[in-house]
């Protein structure tokens, strides 16, 4: 019954009990006092003392939060509150009585056994409520353990708890936890809500050997946030669980759609991102929340990994409205589904668009007009766009000035170009068409900030164009990630292009959610364009990738997967980096983004060669729409090397991808 109230109609019922509580306790605590005699030698003290204390304890009670925690889950901060409240109590009932002693009697008898009475009456219950509720939930799981899948819950203190209590809670699982592995021999032995930490984490084939001779069958375990954290070799526990035949869930954390703490009582499987690479950065939501509530938003590339995260965060923060630009039917009618599922009062627009018709494109987004606009649509695949120069160029190169235009033209506050860590010292056309993307926006950047350029309407242009270099994301599609499990799962082999390439790893989530904190941070800081870079964190080479990978798979890599070097492919490289020598990288205000600051640039002298290549671009060969590449971006064209040091020096990432394969479809 309780179960069908409202939070406000639960909190009130809480309130009126620990009122009746504290008269009850107050009386008692006199009757103890007086005895029989209460009434004919105490009455009117009883009342007046009752007149203070229950408005006061109303005010103490909120005060302290006593109504924030829930009866069901009761505890030690709960325990604490109530502490704290009936002494701040007890001590007004002993300055009362002093300072009103001829008209309040209360003695010290009273004031003892009313602190212990008050303690018992508002912890006693919240307890008897609480044990009641483990009851009813223990009846319930006796019943769900016949048919729920027995788990095993790998970690142990305050994670396990709370996994076990989400297991508790959701009458709709179908998991069962019938034992605690932890990384600590200590904790063998102990009970957690009612489970038993039956052994370590090196005993789980024994553990579940011995469970099975129990007619237990183990039918997967759940890994703990502590244990994917921190343990060192979790990769091979989980390879192991697996060889075993568990199935393998960690619990899904609410920051994973976007809440602020705590689990949820559902369950996903682990995957190489839970385990690889470093622990991701607690990222401030407001920023984000002021760029992004109550604007209009268009995303290209809406249907890519990238584009379809930047979509479902800007959802999440409360845009007013978003369009999404995607030349993919399928693709956008999946990012469609999914953001209409999580959103159901989300104002979307999903358009089918070529960023690469700029007549189409400048008519959606002036109709539309937009606040910021974020440019994830690119072709992104290295060795393919070395055959295929027209097709970068035209995307990456005259798409982007295109979407860049009608951003200007439409009067949008930001532009937000995804780039790539292969526009520095680019070797490759993929990497010179970003770099090419990147000086067009900082040169119209330029014009904007002298108020050369005005919008539709007449009025001076007041765009702010932001570029986010990063590197490699991690099980985006086309990516390594997803690759390798498609080899491992066909039974090899795993093929990575080189023993020492070696990337940094940033997940999608993460690298989204900073791109939108620095997007803030810039157009709240300056007018002029910016490059922003984001720290990726520590390498890790790909052939311990692609190991550890099998590991998690139950194979053994050499073993039951081989593992085949390829060699460098067309516009490869073992390293990259983020930022040129030349360019002075600057810390900002926020932590894990960082401030590029290129050679300048002639903005008209750039401008005109951009026009050039538009109006002449259909008449140009693959040759010539190189060179023309190379004009625009000389680096490329001179073939300059990036500096050994460089690579050692500077923090080194892989953008598109790590062995070869692009992290992001085309979404052109």
């Given at each position: 019954?309780?179960?069908?109230?409202?939070?406000?109609?639960?909190?009130?019922?809480?309130?009126?009990?620990?009122?009746?509580?504290?008269?009850?306790?107050?009386?008692?605590?006199?009757?103890?006092?007086?005895?029989?005699?209460?009434?004919?030698?105490?009455?009117?003290?009883?009342?007046?003392?009752?007149?203070?204390?229950?408005?006061?304890?109303?005010?103490?009670?909120?005060?302290?939060?006593?109504?924030?925690?829930?009866?069901?889950?009761?505890?030690?901060?709960?325990?604490?509150?109530?502490?704290?409240?009936?002494?701040?109590?007890?001590?007004?009932?002993?300055?009362?009585?002093?300072?009103?002693?001829?008209?309040?009697?209360?003695?010290?008898?009273?004031?003892?056994?009313?602190?212990?009475?008050?303690?018992?009456?508002?912890?006693?219950?919240?307890?008897?409520?609480?044990?009641?509720?483990?009851?009813?939930?223990?009846?319930?799981?006796?019943?769900?353990?016949?048919?729920?899948?027995?788990?095993?819950?790998?970690?142990?203190?305050?994670?396990?708890?709370?996994?076990?209590?989400?297991?508790?809670?959701?009458?709709?699982?179908?998991?069962?936890?019938?034992?605690?592995?932890?990384?600590?021999?200590?904790?063998?032995?102990?009970?957690?809500?009612?489970?038993?930490?039956?052994?370590?984490?090196?005993?789980?084939?024994?553990?579940?050997?011995?469970?099975?001779?129990?007619?237990?069958?183990?039918?997967?375990?759940?890994?703990?946030?502590?244990?994917?954290?921190?343990?060192?070799?979790?990769?091979?526990?989980?390879?192991?669980?697996?060889?075993?035949?568990?199935?393998?869930?960690?619990?899904?954390?609410?920051?994973?759609?976007?809440?602020?703490?705590?689990?949820?009582?559902?369950?996903?499987?682990?995957?190489?991102?839970?385990?690889?690479?470093?622990?991701?950065?607690?990222?401030?939501?407001?920023?984000?929340?002021?760029?992004?509530?109550?604007?209009?938003?268009?995303?290209?590339?809406?249907?890519?990994?990238?584009?379809?995260?930047?979509?479902?965060?800007?959802?999440?923060?409360?845009?007013?409205?978003?369009?999404?630009?995607?030349?993919?039917?399928?693709?956008?009618?999946?990012?469609?589904?999914?953001?209409?599922?999580?959103?159901?009062?989300?104002?979307?627009?999903?358009?089918?668009?070529?960023?690469?018709?700029?007549?189409?494109?400048?008519?959606?987004?002036?109709?539309?007009?937009?606040?910021?606009?974020?440019?994830?649509?690119?072709?992104?695949?290295?060795?393919?766009?070395?055959?295929?120069?027209?097709?970068?160029?035209?995307?990456?190169?005259?798409?982007?000035?295109?979407?860049?235009?009608?951003?200007?033209?439409?009067?949008?506050?930001?532009?937000?170009?995804?780039?790539?860590?292969k526009a520095v010292y680019p070797v490759s056309v993929m990497g010179a068409t970003k770099?090419?993307?990147?000086?067009?926006?900082?040169?119209?950047?330029?014009?904007?900030?002298?108020?050369?350029?005005?919008?539709?309407?007449?009025?001076?242009?007041?765009?702010?164009?932001?570029?986010?270099?990063?590197?490699?994301?991690?099980?985006?599609?086309?990516?390594?990630?997803?690759?390798?499990?498609?080899?491992?799962?066909?039974?090899?082999?795993?093929?990575?292009?080189?023993?020492?390439?070696?990337?940094?790893?940033?997940?999608?989530?993460?690298?989204?959610?900073?791109?939108?904190?620095?997007?803030?941070?810039?157009?709240?800081?300056?007018?002029?364009?910016?490059?922003?870079?984001?720290?990726?964190?520590?390498?890790?080479?790909?052939?311990?990738?692609?190991?550890?990978?099998?590991?998690?798979?139950?194979?053994?890599?050499?073993?039951?997967?081989?593992?085949?070097?390829?060699?460098?492919?067309?516009?490869?490289?073992?390293?990259?980096?983020?930022?040129?020598?030349?360019?002075?990288?600057?810390?900002?205000?926020?932590?894990?983004?960082?401030?590029?600051?290129?050679?300048?640039?002639?903005?008209?002298?750039?401008?005109?060669?951009?026009?050039?290549?538009?109006?002449?671009?259909?008449?140009?060969?693959?040759?010539?729409?190189?060179?023309?590449?190379?004009?625009?971006?000389?680096?490329?064209?001179?073939?300059?090397?990036?500096?050994?040091?460089?690579?050692?020096?500077?923090?080194?990432?892989?953008?598109?991808?790590?062995?070869?394969?692009?992290?992001?479809?085309?979404?052109?």
């Amino acid at each position: 019954m309780l179960n069908s109230l409202s939070g406000n109609t639960r909190r009130a019922l809480a309130f009126v009990h620990d009122m009746i509580a504290t008269i009850l306790a107050i009386s008692f605590a006199y009757y103890i006092r007086y005895q029989t005699g209460v009434w004919d030698n105490a009455s009117v003290h009883l009342m007046i003392a009752m007149a203070i204390l229950v408005p006061a304890a109303a005010m103490v009670y909120h005060l302290v939060g006593l109504y924030r925690g829930i009866w069901r889950f009761a505890s030690i901060p709960d325990l604490t509150a109530i502490l704290k409240a009936v002494t701040i109590l007890s001590v007004g009932l002993i300055i009362a009585d002093f300072v009103a002693r001829d008209t309040l009697l209360v003695p010290r008898t009273v004031v003892a056994v009313y602190w212990l009475a008050q303690c018992a009456a508002l912890g006693g219950s919240r307890l008897i409520y609480r044990i009641y509720r483990d009851q009813r939930v223990a009846r319930a799981l006796s019943v769900k353990a016949e048919t729920a899948a027995p788990m095993l819950i790998l970690g142990a203190g305050t994670d396990a708890e709370v996994v076990i209590r989400s297991i508790e809670t959701a009458a709709r699982e179908s998991f069962f936890a019938v034992g605690v592995l932890s990384h600590r021999r200590a904790h063998v032995g102990q009970v957690i809500r009612g489970v038993p930490v039956l052994g370590t984490l090196d005993q789980l084939e024994e553990v579940v050997r011995d469970l099975e001779a129990k007619t237990v069958r183990i039918r997967g375990v759940i890994v703990c946030a502590d244990v994917l954290d921190s343990h060192k070799s979790i990769e091979d526990v989980i390879g192991r669980a697996r060889r075993m035949g568990l199935t393998v869930e960690r619990p899904q954390h609410l920051g994973d759609t976007g809440r602020k703490a705590g689990y949820l009582s559902r369950f996903e499987p682990v995957r190489i991102e839970d385990v690889v690479g470093r622990k991701a950065r607690d990222i401030d939501l407001e920023p984000m929340r002021r760029l992004i509530s109550g604007r209009r938003v268009v995303v290209t590339g809406g249907g890519g990994s990238i584009g379809a995260e930047i979509c479902r965060q800007v959802a999440r923060l409360g845009c007013e409205r978003l369009m999404i630009l995607e030349n993919s039917e399928f693709a956008l009618y999946g990012v469609k589904q999914r953001l209409n599922g999580q959103h159901a009062t989300l104002a979307l627009d999903p358009v089918l668009c070529d960023i690469r018709q700029r007549d189409v494109v400048t008519c959606r987004i002036e109709d539309f007009r937009p606040d910021i606009v974020f440019h994830a649509a690119a072709y992104k695949h290295v060795p393919m766009l070395e055959h295929q120069p027209r097709e970068a160029i035209q995307t990456n190169v005259l798409g982007t000035r295109n979407v860049a235009d009608a951003a200007v033209v439409a009067g949008a506050q930001a532009f937000v170009l995804i780039s790539s860590d292969k526009a520095v010292y680019p070797v490759s056309v993929m990497g010179a068409t970003k770099r090419a993307a990147e000086i067009y926006c900082g040169a119209v950047g330029e014009r904007i900030s002298r108020g050369e350029v005005t919008t539709n309407s007449g009025d001076k242009a007041i765009t702010r164009f932001i570029s986010v270099r990063f590197g490699n994301v991690l099980g985006t599609s086309g990516s390594v990630v997803p690759l390798f499990n498609e080899q491992i799962a066909m039974g090899g082999p795993v093929t990575v292009t080189h023993p020492d390439m070696e990337r940094y790893f940033m997940t999608v989530s993460e690298a989204v959610s900073l791109v939108l904190l620095g997007s803030a941070h810039c157009i709240s800081t300056s007018s002029k364009p910016s490059i922003l870079v984001l720290d990726m964190g520590e390498p890790i080479k790909i052939v311990d990738l692609a190991e550890r990978m099998v590991r998690l798979a139950g194979q053994e890599p050499g073993k039951d997967i081989r593992i085949e070097f390829i060699g460098l492919r067309e516009g490869e490289r073992l390293r990259e980096t983020l930022f040129a020598r030349q360019e002075d990288l600057l810390e900002t205000e926020v932590d894990g983004i960082f401030l590029a600051n290129p050679r300048a640039i002639s903005s008209d002298l750039a401008l005109s060669a951009f026009a050039d290549l538009a109006e002449n671009f259909s008449s140009l060969d693959k040759a010539k729409l190189r060179d023309r590449l190379g004009i625009i971006v000389p680096e490329y064209g001179e073939g300059v090397a990036m500096p050994a040091d460089d690579a050692e020096a500077t923090h080194v990432a892989d953008e598109t991808e790590s062995d070869g394969n692009p992290v992001d479809r085309p979404a052109a």
